[in-house]
């Protein structure tokens, strides 16, 4: 496996506002995604981090919204912008590491209420 | 219908006992599945992982997938009160690397 931190841990904002997530990866990962886990609720997939290029979102996730960066193999962010108290969830990153295919580690989480 | 359904639960068992949870899909592309535990505020550790039909063992923990039945298990033997968690199903389609589904989760717990 590989180690995976987010930062910050949690964080407690106000509607309107933005918060910014990192995810840092010790290892060499292939890919690298963001998950919401909304409370009571399964984990969803918002988007596939790009190297270099444009996220991949999902059904029902913008860029506008959730825009993303992975200026390098190991580091990615997640901006939630303009929020709300619905965007109050745990936020999650993943990664594929190049010596496990198919196989998806997660980081610790970030835990964001909106008030 | 969602995509992967799971009992939430919760389920409370004994220290000692065999514990079965269960996922049923709908979706007959899937071809990896996996099992998550995640205890209370942290994130989700990979415990199994298995490809196509069959059964998978580590340890106490025996993954078993049926897909003419769409349907997969997760037995753990000896349970103890460390296994106290929630415990998710996730699967992907073959080929389409990334995108996981998951199940909702059910929590266990283990009383000694």
């Known amino acids: 496996s590989a180690v995976i931190s987010q930062k910050p841990s949690r964080d407690i904002c106000q509607r309107g506002t933005s918060l910014t997530i990192q995810c840092q990866v010790d290892s060499q990962v292939t890919m690298m995604f963001w998950y919401r886990q909304q409370p009571g609720q399964s984990l969803t997939l918002i988007a596939t981090a790009n190297q270099g290029s444009e996220a991949t979102y999902e059904s029902g996730f913008v860029i506008d919204k959730f825009p993303i960066s992975r200026p390098n193999l190991t580091f990615s962010t997640l901006t939630v912008s303009n929020m709300s108290p619905e965007d109050s969830s745990i936020y999650l990153c993943?990664?594929?590491?190049?010596?496990?295919?198919?196989?998806?580690?997660f980081g610790p989480g970030t835990r964001l209420t909106v008030l | 219908q969602k995509e992967v359904e799971q009992d939430p639960g919760p389920l409370s068992v004994p220290e000692g006992a065999i514990v079965s949870l269960n996922c049923t899909y709908s979706n007959s592309a899937f071809q990896y599945f996996m099992w998550y535990r995640q205890y209370s505020r942290k994130g989700p550790e990979l415990l199994m992982y298995?490809?196509?039909?069959g059964n998978k063992e580590d340890g106490r923990f025996t993954a078993q997938v049926d897909k003419s039945s769409k349907y997969i298990s997760l037995f753990i033997r000896d349970s103890q009160p460390s296994d106290s968690a929630t415990y998710l199903c996730a699967m992907s389609l073959s080929g389409n690397t990334g995108k996981l589904i998951f199940g909702q989760g059910t929590t266990l717990q283990v009383k000694p």
């Open positions: 298995t490809y196509s039909s």
């Open positions: 993943s990664v594929e590491l190049l010596s496990s295919y198919n196989e998806q580690f």
